[in-house]
């Protein structure tokens, strides 16, 4: 036998060695295939597309390496134990003992996903990241029925419901809320946590009919995740601002499902505890320190304030501090029929005040400081004058627009205007709807732009005393603009001399050039940069070429205006050569008609 030698099939190369299929993956692990499904789920590994798919089309193939990787991780061990486990509580209950049962059923093991979360997400952006499905799965099953055929337990349900809710008050209380849109599909919200934005989807408070095409099973194997990853997350978020985690909400708030409010109560239970012992700590500190100041020294004590309340002040990026002051100083009232915890969550996220229709309320719906209430009703029972009855769109329009929009077309009764999706770049679709036109328009005027307003021309904005009034520009920009101003009227004077020199037959070589308008011999050195890195047309693309041409038309068409303001006279010299032409013209028909009738 030669040395070299090697039977067939004894060593794979290729695609055979690098991917292997999933029948051979779950006998190669030694573990069911829903308990495969699972792990795979959990580490974040799934199936690989080969070039070549060297056992046939019908097979799903996964890297060789990430089930070698699967191999060694310690989850399988647990889940082979629990499959021992539940081989025991089957025999004691095919058994019938009941006090065996209870005893196994209450011990049964279990297993956490700490170190898996620590694992994939190794810093807290990449978790932020990866969030967004998090999110919409959480949400999702916070507002499913709790249903015992497809194990969706009721305690699940209101962890779910619990991780949303702290999530929502973090983003409200931070005013980190940023888009919102509410869709067919439910409402989307759109959130920006260090610099990553987050978007996910929350379904519409109704009656969710569960269908049998969809594999619960595999959806809580991703809820269990999830679960873990975002309570990790809302453990950071808590942190970073001195709450504490879980947090402890009063029983009755929690009973009357208002647990948006409540956790908004805990949040300012902490912030004023927070502020308090920062305040002793910094008098303190100030009492500790004041004999060791010099007394030559006025400044040291107001730099040692400044130094102790930095810690305190935090610094609002201007989007952060744009959401805070859109509803600030304005209370709304929401009615029974509205979206509720839609609105329990944007109104504060954007500094307003909300209360609601029913216990545990902070002011009632007689309370005369209420600036707003949102109805969705075409009738009331008593109206008060103070304030202001809109529909729900409204909050949603002013915060994707981040102006205070009239409240005139969202009036109860009214047909509202269309409802823009924030996440569409109209200018990018081609297309801009007439009420995005109105909502640009009514910004700019917001920020105090200047529009274009009937009856008055653009001559007006171009000339630079008003846009220097108007702060479009600087003085120096002012400056250059009036010079180039100055030297194409002179272009222009010179141009009708020239044609007033050619009616009257003279020379027009003989105009000189005025003394500013003249090119001075000494260049400065900006000007002969800018001559040398003129481009000759000559080299320029067709594309280039043209725009350029089209650039100095625009720039010297005030140089042929003068065309349409010239006397009739003047046109004399052109109006002769045609009467010319035109006799000639008819002398030669005369001389053709006398020829063919001789």
């Known amino acids: 036998m030669p040395k070299h030698y090697r039977p067939a099939g004894k060593k794979k190369e290729g695609n055979a060695a690098r991917y292997i299929t999933r029948s051979s993956a779950v006998k190669q692990l030694q573990v069911t295939l829903r308990q495969f499904r699972k792990l795979c789920i959990l580490k974040g590994i799934f199936p690989r597309e080969p070039k070549k798919k060297f056992k046939g089309n019908h097979h799903s193939y996964y ?21 021992a486990y539940q081989k025991k509580i089957s025999k004691a209950k095919a058994k019938k003992n009941k006090e065996l049962l209870r005893l196994l059923v209450e011990r049964q093991p279990t297993y956490t996903l700490d170190r898996l979360i620590k694992e994939r997400y190794p810093t807290f952006i990449d978790a932020i990241r ?14 499913l029925p709790a249903i015992d055929r497809l194990k969706i337990e009721v305690q699940r349900v209101h962890h779910c419901r619990r991780l949303s809710h702290e999530w929502q008050a973090y983003i409200g209380r931070k005013h980190k809320l940023r888009k919102v849109f509410v869709s067919v599909k439910g409402i989307y919200y759109q959130a920006e946590i ?5 978007t996910w989807l929350t379904p519409h408070a109704l009656q969710q009919v569960l269908t049998d095409d969809v594999d619960f099973n595999v959806m809580l194997t991703f809820l269990e995740f999830y679960e873990t990853l975002l309570s990790f997350i809302n453990f950071k978020l808590y942190h970073s601002i001195n709450v504490k985690y879980p ?12 647990d948006l409010y409540a956790l908004s109560r805990c949040f300012d239970a902490n912030s004023k505890t927070s502020t308090d012992g920062a305040h002793e700590e910094s008098e303190l500190r100030l009492a500790q320190l004041q004999h060791q ?3 030559n020294e006025p400044g040291a004590l107001m730099n040692l304030v400044e130094e102790a309340t930095d810690d305190v002040m935090e610094d609002d990026d201007e989007d952060t501090r744009q959401c805070k002051e859109l509803f600030k100083d304005m209370k709304f009232f929401l009615s029974r029929e509205v979206p509720r915890e839609s609105l329990l969550f944007v109104i504060p996220a954007f500094g307003g005040v909300v209360s609601w229709e029913g216990e545990g309320s902070p002011f009632k719906e007689s309370d005369e400081s209420i600036t707003h209430q949102i109805v969705d009703r075409p009738t009331q029972g008593h109206l008060y004058l103070s304030r202001e009855y809109v529909q729900p769109q409204w909050i949603y329009d002013c915060i994707n627009a981040r102006i205070l929009l009239p409240t005139d077309k969202y009036m109860v009764g009214r047909i509202p205007p269309p409802h823009l999706s924030p996440f569409v770049d109209n200018e990018a679709e081609g297309y801009i709807p007439d009420y995005a036109q109105t909502i640009k328009q009514l910004q700019d005027a917001a920020k105090s732009e200047v529009l274009p307003l009937p009856g008055v021309g653009q001559e007006n904005l171009d000339d630079p005393q008003n846009l220097l009034a108007a702060g479009f520009i600087n003085r120096t920009e002012a400056i250059e603009a009036a010079e180039k101003k100055k030297k194409m009227m002179a272009l222009e004077k010179r141009y009708h001399d020239e044609l007033k020199l050619e009616l009257q037959g003279g020379d027009s070589t003989k105009i000189e050039i005025p003394v500013e308008d003249k090119p001075s011999a000494v260049e400065s050195p900006a000007e002969q940069n800018s ?5 000759p047309k000559t080299m320029m693309s067709r594309k280039k070429r043209g725009l350029l041409e089209a650039i100095e038309l625009h720039n010297n068409l005030s140089m042929y205006i003068c065309f349409a303001t010239l006397p009739p006279s003047n ?11 035109i006799s000639r013209l008819q002398e030669r028909k005369k001389k053709i008609d006398e020829t063919q009738k001789s």
């Open 63 to 83: 890297h060789t390496k990430d089930i070698s990787f699967l191999q060694h991780d310690p989850l399988i061990e647990e889940f082979r134990a629990q499959r």
């Open 130 to 143: 990866d969030l967004d499905d998090c999110l919409t799965m959480v949400h999702l099953f916070a507002a």
């Open 194 to 198: 260090d610099g990553q934005k987050v």
């Open 247 to 258: 947090p402890v909400l009063d029983p009755k708030l929690e009973a009357l499902a208002a």
């Open 293 to 295: 100041l010099p007394s």
């Open 531 to 535: 001559a040398e890195t003129d481009i």
């Open 571 to 581: 046109y004399l010299l052109g109006k002769e050569k045609k009467q010319a032409r």
